[in-house]
């Protein structure tokens, strides 16, 4: 079972609606691939998070009050709503209140967490993995399978499993630096982080086969980002209060950079240091 199989079954495997036969290849594969673990326990999280919700939040009593008064005013005037026809019977009904304010509840919830899930709509997007393997980092959920306070340790730790040049700074000016060895629809991936003074304050550094990247088979960036890395060698994001993105080649390596870093600072540490 590959990644792309994995990612497919995701959902299915958060409400346990796995064959035995499937859930021993999803299981199999996210005992090995770092990545899918995460997206899985992402997964997880979220409809915990919603279920805990919809058990235990009560409905405002204002917002409730406001939906009946409405369906009040409207059943008076011997008007029947779309709501109504469609179900063929009349809407007054406390309890049908209920389930229509809970039904918009978890539509908007939903329709945020797409938004937050997947600004990028495909699964195979670079900028989309960065950022999400950097709020995993951030969580506690993705750790660093190495760490030391010496540069060629993480270089070496990657050397003989994957086939590009890992870029890895010089750990002076911070505190640490970690790697993680993944890979994606069989695409291998290093995953390096550094940390400078407190817990929230990482920088984490998605990195890749640059023609692989380009090339968009199995991984791939969208089309802003190739023409920007075609023309300057550099492409950006900013999101004030969340993170900085910087997308660059390093030899023959696509790296892609997130932190709450400056900009700047981030480009400075990253390239003047590298190892």
């Known amino acids: 079972m590959n990644c792309s199989q994995v990612y497919e079954l995701i959902s299915e495997a958060v409400d346990n609606r796995l064959s035995d036969a499937v859930k021993r290849g999803f299981e199999a594969h996210i005992e090995e691939c770092w990545q899918c673990q995460s997206e899985f326990k992402a997964e997880q999280i979220i409809k915990s998070v919603v279920q805990h919700r919809l058990r235990h939040t009560a409905v405002p009593a204002d917002v409730y009050g406001s939906v009946v008064h409405a369906l009040a005013q409207e059943q008076q005037s011997q008007k029947r709503s779309w709501f109504a026809a469609l179900f063929n019977q009349p809407i007054f009904n406390p309890a049908v209140a209920f389930v229509f304010v809970v039904t918009i509840a978890v539509g908007t919830y939903s329709i945020i967490n797409n938004s937050l899930t997947h600004r990028l709509p495909n699964e195979k997007n670079i900028i989309s993995q960065s950022i999400k393997n950097y709020t995993a980092v951030m969580a506690g959920v993705i750790k660093p399978q190495i760490m030391s306070h010496q540069a060629d340790d993480v270089k ?120």
């Open 156 to 275: 070496d730790y990657f050397k003989r499993d994957v086939p590009f040049d890992v870029s890895v700074a010089s750990t002076e000016g911070c505190d640490w630096c970690g790697g993680a060895l993944s890979e994606f629809d069989g695409v291998k991936l290093a995953n390096v982080v550094y940390k400078f003074g407190g817990e929230q304050n990482l920088l984490y550094v998605y990195q890749t086969d640059f023609d692989e990247a380009m090339k968009g088979e199995k991984i791939g960036l969208p089309r802003n980002a190739k023409e920007a890395l075609k023309k300057t060698g550099w492409y950006f994001e900013d999101k004030p209060g969340k993170y900085n993105l910087v997308v660059w080649k390093q030899k023959h390596t696509l790296c892609a950079a997130v932190s709450k870093m400056d900009r700047q600072k981030m480009i400075a540490f990253l390239t003047d240091n590298e190892h």
